[in-house]
């Protein structure tokens, strides 16, 4: 007998437990209807992930019990029906004047109104953007349920990566895997989850169905790429990626060893790193103000390549109607640079407006006339052109509603080529975890595609062939403070990101000036990070949970 099996590959909110528990009654209601027995919802699908430290609240573990109940209320008139919640289960305080009470990360099977089976997650990590042991209890058992004479062993997420948890489903009789996910974006992540999945699979001998989450939440990102794997670790069914669906996976016995065969409707190709990064970009964008209540977005628009990829990026994701462009030009702007952010704004419908911020910044240079007497001009006067602009587009936000979204890139974040409280100011920070070498490709890229159907060719060529300048001086250029970007971004990635030290990069050819420059730059500039805005996270290490330097910090490798 044929057991179809569906992933609610679903975009869950935080906190929202009513809403959350409506997702997962309409998707079992629609899987069933199309003939599926079980349904997998992703890991803490009822409370949203990561829910932090509302975990340690009372109230919202109490929450979470009762949306439990309700879907299992709710689903009682479904004959047969298997539907595996993820949820937290257990005391929700910690304090040192009282006991603690243990807290799980579990997988429920509810049936009929009735809970059928019940796992708690055992592996709990504790890395990246994960801290689940300040929340969660490890357990200790394996967890198997049966429908329709298949027996299916639970694990949830990081279970997976491990041998043991799968060794345990298989000694209780388990004859497929069943991982409950909400393992966060970076470039590439799919393919790994895959490999790993796959050892897994050829290691204990088991088939394996992979339910993840899709959506956006603050920084991290979840792209859904639900997955599943036959017993020799060959991919049978891919979700597509960033998209909320049912996708469905058949199970049939198979006449020859027993093994469980798996198919299912189609497996969705691999894309390009510029479209995963592309869509990953949109959906945090889209999601972060549309479950925070943003009515709109407003970004200084320079002429520059970073902010005419954010405006290309927010119109993919929210429409031209809601964002609002301003270009503010100093004495310094070039004419070019009007020019082009016009150009970029008519191309891509949005409202645009024009704010010179010459008689402000004189102002501000005439009030502290008597201060800076004697004085050279320096970084000073930059500065302040830049909060000149952060203040107007705080202002306009102030009196619309609409979040600013900051345009800086993880090179300039890495190196503090960047103004507090200048063009930091803002509400997300929506390319802050991207360096400057992919921003000239992702620019490139959405010039070539256009996915949402938003605009043909949205960048001027020349915004992405010009010389980035903060035009903040004359004849300004990045290049004339930092080293070059492809060199930049080199050290970046592989200091930063991959904690390699400063003798390995020069002993594979990078000049030590370079290094060290590079280097002392991003330890000097920790204090500007803690400052900025929230931000996408799409790499495997990014400035902010990623990353917990210490801002007063004597040591130097």
């Given at each position: 007998?044929?057991?179809?099996?569906?992933?609610?590959?679903?975009?869950?909110?935080?906190?929202?437990?009513?809403?959350?528990?409506?997702?997962?009654?309409?998707?079992?209601?629609?899987?069933?209807?199309?003939?599926?027995?079980?349904?997998?919802?992703?890991?803490?699908?009822?409370?949203?992930?990561?829910?932090?430290?509302?975990?340690?609240?009372?109230?919202?573990?109490?929450?979470?019990?009762?949306?439990?109940?309700?879907?299992?209320?709710?689903?009682?008139?479904?004959?047969?029906?298997?539907?595996?919640?993820?949820?937290?289960?257990?005391?929700?305080?910690?304090?040192?004047?009282?006991?603690?009470?243990?807290?799980?990360?579990?997988?429920?099977?509810?049936?009929?109104?009735?809970?059928?089976?019940?796992?708690?997650?055992?592996?709990?990590?504790?890395?990246?953007?994960?801290?689940?042991?300040?929340?969660?209890?490890?357990?200790?058992?394996?967890?198997?349920?049966?429908?329709?004479?298949?027996?299916?062993?639970?694990?949830?997420?990081?279970?997976?990566?491990?041998?043991?948890?799968?060794?345990?489903?298989?000694?209780?009789?388990?004859?497929?895997?069943?991982?409950?996910?909400?393992?966060?974006?970076?470039?590439?992540?799919?393919?790994?989850?895959?490999?790993?999945?796959?050892?897994?699979?050829?290691?204990?001998?088991?088939?394996?169905?992979?339910?993840?989450?899709?959506?956006?939440?603050?920084?991290?990102?979840?792209?859904?790429?639900?997955?599943?794997?036959?017993?020799?670790?060959?991919?049978?069914?891919?979700?597509?990626?960033?998209?909320?669906?049912?996708?469905?996976?058949?199970?049939?016995?198979?006449?020859?060893?027993?093994?469980?065969?798996?198919?299912?409707?189609?497996?969705?190709?691999?894309?390009?790193?510029?479209?995963?990064?592309?869509?990953?970009?949109?959906?945090?964008?889209?999601?972060?103000?549309?479950?925070?209540?943003?009515?709109?977005?407003?970004?200084?628009?320079?002429?520059?390549?970073?902010?005419?990829?954010?405006?290309?990026?927010?119109?993919?994701?929210?429409?031209?109607?809601?964002?609002?462009?301003?270009m503010m030009p100093s004495p310094y702007t070039a004419d070019i640079s009007w020019i082009d952010a016009r150009e970029m704004a008519k191309r891509m419908g949005v409202r645009y407006d024009e704010i010179s911020i010459a008689p402000l910044f004189e102002s501000f240079k005439s009030a502290l006339s008597g201060q800076f007497k004697g004085l050279a001009e320096d970084t000073t006067e930059e500065n302040i052109q830049?909060?000149?602009?952060?203040?107007?587009?705080?202002?306009?936000?102030?009196?619309?509603?609409?979040?600013?979204?900051?345009?800086?890139?993880?090179?300039?974040?890495?190196?503090?080529?960047?103004?507090?409280?200048?063009?930091?100011?803002?509400?997300?920070?929506?390319?802050?975890?991207?360096?400057?070498?992919?921003?000239?490709?992702?620019?490139?890229?959405?010039?070539?595609?256009?996915?949402?159907?938003?605009?043909?060719?949205?960048?001027?060529?020349?915004?992405?062939?010009?010389?980035?300048?903060?035009?903040?001086?004359?004849?300004?250029?990045?290049?004339?403070?930092?080293?070059?970007?492809?060199?930049?971004?080199?050290?970046?990635?592989?200091?930063?990101?991959?904690?390699?030290?400063?003798?390995?990069?020069?002993?594979?050819?990078?000049?030590?000036?370079?290094?060290?420059?590079?280097?002392?730059?991003?330890?000097?500039?920790?204090?500007?990070?803690?400052?900025?805005?929230?931000?996408?996270?799409?790499?495997?290490?990014?400035?902010?949970?990623?990353?917990?330097?210490?801002?007063?910090?004597?040591?130097?490798?």
């Amino acid at each position: 007998m044929t057991l179809q099996i569906c992933i609610a590959q679903l975009n869950f909110i935080v906190g929202d437990m009513a809403g959350n528990a409506r997702k997962v009654i309409d998707a079992a209601r629609t899987a069933y209807e199309q003939g599926a027995r079980v349904l997998i919802t992703p890991e803490l699908s009822l409370c949203g992930y990561a829910a932090e430290d509302l975990l340690l609240r009372p109230a919202f573990i109490d929450a979470c019990d009762d949306a439990l109940k309700t879907v299992a209320r709710e689903l009682l008139g479904l004959k047969g029906m298997h539907v595996v919640v993820g949820h937290p289960e257990g005391g929700g305080i910690q304090s040192k004047s009282v006991a603690i009470t243990q807290r799980f990360n579990r997988a429920t099977v509810l049936s009929e109104g009735q809970t059928i089976a019940s796992y708690a997650k055992q592996e709990l990590p504790n890395y990246q953007v994960f801290d689940e042991r300040r929340y969660f209890t490890p357990g200790q058992e394996a967890c198997v349920f049966e429908v329709a004479g298949v027996k299916m062993g639970l694990l949830i997420c990081e279970d997976a990566w491990f041998e043991k948890p799968a060794s345990m489903a298989r000694k209780a009789g388990a004859q497929l895997l069943v991982v409950l996910n909400a393992s966060p974006f970076h470039v590439g992540k799919g393919l790994e989850r895959e490999v790993q999945m796959a050892e897994r699979v050829r290691e204990c001998g088991l088939p394996l169905i992979y339910a993840h989450l899709v959506g956006g939440q603050d920084e991290v990102i979840f792209e859904g790429r639900s997955f599943a794997l036959n017993a020799a670790g060959e991919v049978v069914a891919r979700a597509p990626a960033f998209k909320a669906c049912l996708p469905c996976i058949q199970v049939n016995p198979s006449p020859k060893n027993g093994i469980l065969n798996l198919t299912g409707h189609g497996i969705s190709a691999e894309a390009a790193w510029e479209a995963d990064l592309w869509h990953a970009l949109v959906l945090g964008i889209r999601d972060y103000l549309g479950k925070n209540g943003f009515p709109g977005a407003i970004l200084g628009l320079s002429g520059g390549i970073d902010s005419a990829l954010v405006l290309a990026l927010a119109v993919d994701a929210l429409g031209a109607e809601n964002i609002h462009a301003v270009m503010m030009p100093s004495p310094y702007t070039a004419d070019i640079s009007w020019i082009d952010a016009r150009e970029m704004a008519k191309r891509m419908g949005v409202r645009y407006d024009e704010i010179s911020i010459a008689p402000l910044f004189e102002s501000f240079k005439s009030a502290l006339s008597g201060q800076f007497k004697g004085l050279a001009e320096d970084t000073t006067e930059e500065n302040i052109q830049a909060r000149v602009r952060g203040t107007l587009l705080m202002a306009l936000s102030n009196k619309t509603g609409a979040i600013v979204l900051t345009t800086g890139n993880k090179s300039e974040m890495a190196t503090g080529y960047c103004t507090l409280y200048g063009d930091m100011a803002g509400g997300f920070a929506v390319i802050k975890d991207v360096v400057k070498t992919q921003v000239f490709k992702l620019a490139e890229w959405r010039n070539q595609h256009d996915p949402y159907g938003s605009c043909q060719n949205p960048i001027p060529e020349r915004i992405i062939t010009r010389p980035p300048s903060a035009e903040l001086r004359a004849d300004q250029t990045d290049q004339d403070s930092l080293p070059p970007y492809e060199v930049l971004d080199a050290i970046v990635q592989r200091y930063m990101e991959n904690d390699e030290g400063i003798n390995a990069l020069v002993a594979d050819g990078f000049d030590r000036a370079d290094v060290e420059k590079v280097t002392r730059l991003i330890k000097l500039n920790e204090y500007k990070r803690r400052q900025s805005p929230v931000g996408i996270r799409v790499t495997h290490r990014s400035f902010g949970k990623d990353w917990r330097y210490p801002i007063t910090n004597r040591f130097r490798a």
